[in-house]
């Protein structure tokens, strides 16, 4: 048996589902003589009888109920790909792979993803959390589709996205005798034991210039690439530093003080996709939805430090 015809097995449902040559036509739009025609043709080349006329109308045979139910599976399974191509187009399902630095990682971005998933119940996602530099990696060679990491990462092979600058903060164990103070300035660090973030960062030499035109020295005791452990030392009292405002915000309730730092010192980041091909579209819904979040969040963190 050569192959069937889709528009010949549309027919046969629609006469099922109507029980009439001519509402089957109205159904699939077609003249009742084709939908004749195609029925006829569809018992030829099956070898069987499909319907039994019965008075004005047409009764479905045993063998075509059987096969309706194999039809009707198939006809289920279309409707369940062209549900799932209106929710891809719409940006309510699909897969999507995000790498994020730490400082991200933590706790900040995983909330923020724990929401933008729970409006859309049919996407997957991978979340991981790397260094600025395997992000940057990971994102060049197709092991994610966004990523995460320090604007002053470049790749030819990617294209970044400015998001909204950070402040640094003021990071001190809770007992501090700085912790009294509503903003904290170079001056107040010197002489103090300082926990410095990794030496090859944009955010390291930011830092530290800032302290060097101010003439302050501050005791360089340790040193560590993650924010997070940053904030765990100053917690348990080994010294101060300054921590992008997700970490310190995230470390808050684990013993340190965080306060206003000036001069500003921008934690800057900068989204990162695969520069030779478009990212998916809810790729682009999740980057423009975390762009509005941070903002939110830097300005009720601008409001608290106001009202302080």
Wanted: charged share 20%; glycine share 8%; net charge positive.
């Amino acid at each position: 048996m050569r192959g069937l015809n889709p528009r010949q097995i549309e027919a046969f449902r629609a006469v099922v589902l109507t029980g009439g040559v001519g509402m089957a036509a109205k159904l699939i739009n077609v003249t009742q003589p084709a939908v004749s025609r195609m029925i006829r043709d569809l018992q030829q080349q099956m070898g069987l009888t499909l319907f039994e006329r019965r008075g004005t109308g047409l009764m479905p045979t045993s063998e075509a109920l059987s096969l309706y139910a194999e039809v009707e599976r198939a006809f289920v399974g279309l409707d369940r790909i062209a549900q799932m191509a209106t929710e891809l187009r719409t940006r309510r399902a699909g897969f999507l792979r995000v790498a994020a630095l730490p400082a991200l990682a933590n706790g900040f971005l995983p909330r923020f993803a724990g929401r933008f998933l729970a409006e859309r119940p049919k996407l997957d996602l991978v979340l991981s959390g790397l260094v600025s530099h395997a992000v940057l990696t990971a994102v060049a060679q197709g092991q994610c589709d966004l990523g995460f990491a320090e604007a002053s990462m470049e790749h030819a092979a990617v294209q970044t996205e400015r998001m909204p600058a950070a402040p640094y903060m003021a990071v001190l164990p809770r007992t501090h005798r700085l912790a009294r103070k509503k903003r904290l300035r170079p001056a107040d660090f010197e002489g103090e034991s300082f926990i410095s973030l990794g030496h090859s960062t944009a955010s390291r030499f930011r830092i530290d210039r800032v302290f060097a035109e101010h003439g302050v020295r501050r005791v360089m005791r340790i040193e560590t690439p993650l924010s997070e452990i940053a904030c765990s030392l100053a917690g348990s009292g080994a010294g101060v530093t300054l921590c992008d405002p997700f970490t310190a915000t995230e470390y808050a309730p684990r013993g340190i003080t965080v306060r206003p730092f000036e001069p500003r010192i921008n934690f800057e980041f900068a989204a990162l996709y695969a520069a030779q091909r478009t990212p998916p579209p809810v790729a682009r819904e999740f980057i423009d939805s975390f762009r509005a979040h941070i903002t939110v969040f830097l300005r009720q963190q601008k409001q608290g430090s106001s009202s302080t």
